[in-house]
């Protein structure tokens, strides 16, 4: 073919030369223009998401500004260099308790931002706050980043974003309650008062589990980390049972996307295309660090066993119940708008060369905060073991538990 199409264009230009009429000519097609450039706020910006938020839109040339109290960066600095406001999401409160510091929203008045990413917002009286003074000055977009818990259920089937939303008694309180029970009826009212706020320009992103490099809770962390560990590895559940997820970088530059293209509504965060086969993610995070061997252990017999329920493993959960259309939300909206999801491969390899790092970052700053007590004469902070994961059954309760599965004569599945 291409030896064909030199060919002819050479007896092109030979028959053009001879007869001195114009060649034809396919115009070139024009380059794609380069998406505009954005001021964009994020209210945050330190946590998880935020740092590879910022990190996309820098890459795409944007103008970046974070808000927040500033505590964070004393531990875990910013690797980039953007402008930084500070304040507090309460207007009624300062950044922190130092003579001066600043107060509310102060450092916001004035001024002016294209897109406004909201990563930080739980309680709808400071939302309502962020989103009214923003709009005022200019901003066309909120991007408000809410969450699956929002939902009322879990449809069977796949629920998407017209499933009931969840709603609060009380819907001014502003504690998450003993077992998060407010988390997403108060997610809801933030939203609401985004849609308020700017009825034209509201983004209402609800993401599940988020996870990837970065991730602070360690629940999807745990099972890469796990199969490192090497030997037999408890595998809950059944290798069929569904599984989502979003990756921390896809979501982020997804945010980038939809601030560029200005694309508003509400869409479910989450991947991946379709849910996942438990079987086939623990299958990976094995082939990534080789030495474990899954022995599967049934939902039922682990609930008998004290090991059951929503919190018994970190991501996973038995697709029984209320829980039946956990993992098994539609994502449609999201895919048509862009959203994006990278091979689970490339999460579990990411999280294997990031962890053993963030390890040894949580001894030094656990170091650092216990000498600076002592160094004030005040109680040491009453911080986790830095050593270990956060969440999931200790490997000593994993290996009772595959001990007693064993012990009663149940095969290995």
Avoid at 273 to 297: F, S
Wanted: aromatic share 8%; net charge neutral; with cysteine.
């Amino acid at each position: 073919m291409l030896r064909g199409g030199l060919a002819a264009a050479a007896l092109g230009l030979v028959h053009s030369a001879c007869s001195k009429a114009a060649p034809a000519t396919t115009p070139a097609p024009k380059p794609a223009e380069p998406p505009p450039k954005r001021r964009i706020l994020i209210l945050g910006g330190t946590g998880f998401l935020g740092p590879k938020t910022v990190e996309a839109a820098l890459a795409r040339g944007h103008t970046v500004t974070i808000f927040n109290r500033g505590k964070r960066e004393k531990i875990q600095p910013l690797e980039f260099n953007v402008e930084h406001l500070y304040g507090n999401r309460d207007p009624n409160l300062t950044a922190d308790d130092a003579p001066g510091s600043p107060k509310g929203l102060e450092q916001l008045v004035g001024r002016e931002f294209d897109v406004v990413i909201d990563n930080s917002g739980y309680f709808p009286r400071m939302v309502k706050a962020s989103a009214e003074l923003l709009a005022k000055q200019g901003a066309k977009q909120y991007i408000f980043i809410s969450s699956i818990s929002a939902y009322d259920e879990n449809p069977a089937h796949g629920g998407d974003e017209t499933t009931r939303l969840a709603k609060l008694a009380d819907p001014t309180v502003e504690t998450m309650g003993e077992q998060f029970e407010n988390y997403g009826g108060a997610k809801v009212l933030c939203e609401q008062a985004v849609q308020a706020a700017m009825p034209a320009g509201a983004t209402i992103v609800r993401p599940g589990y988020i996870v990837g490099p970065g991730d602070p809770t360690d629940r999807f962390t745990y099972w890469p980390m796990r199969a490192a560990r090497g030997g037999d590895m408890l595998a809950p559940g059944a290798p069929d049972d569904p599984l989502q997820w979003i990756d921390v970088r896809d979501l982020a530059e997804w945010l980038v996307r939809l601030a560029e293209q200005g694309t508003t509504g509400a869409f479910n965060a989450i991947g991946p295309a379709t849910p996942a086969r438990w079987g086939d993610v623990l299958e990976t995070c094995v082939a990534a660090a080789p030495g474990a061997k899954l022995v599967w252990v049934p939902a039922a017999w682990l609930e008998n066993a004290g090991q059951g329920g929503e919190d018994a493993f970190p991501i996973w959960v038995a697709p029984t119940g209320k829980f039946v259309g956990f993992h098994r939300w539609n994502n449609d909206r999201a895919e048509a708008a862009g959203l994006t999801f990278r091979p689970i491969d490339n999460t579990v390899k990411a999280i294997l060369d990031w962890f053993p790092k963030e390890l040894e970052r949580r001894v030094r700053v656990t170091h650092e905060l216990t000498e600076a007590a002592k160094a004030k004469g005040t109680p040491p902070p009453k911080l986790a073991d830095p050593t270990k994961l956060r969440v999931a059954p200790t490997f000593e309760r994993e290996q009772e538990l595959l001990a007693k599965w064993r012990a009663e004569g149940q095969p290995a599945k």
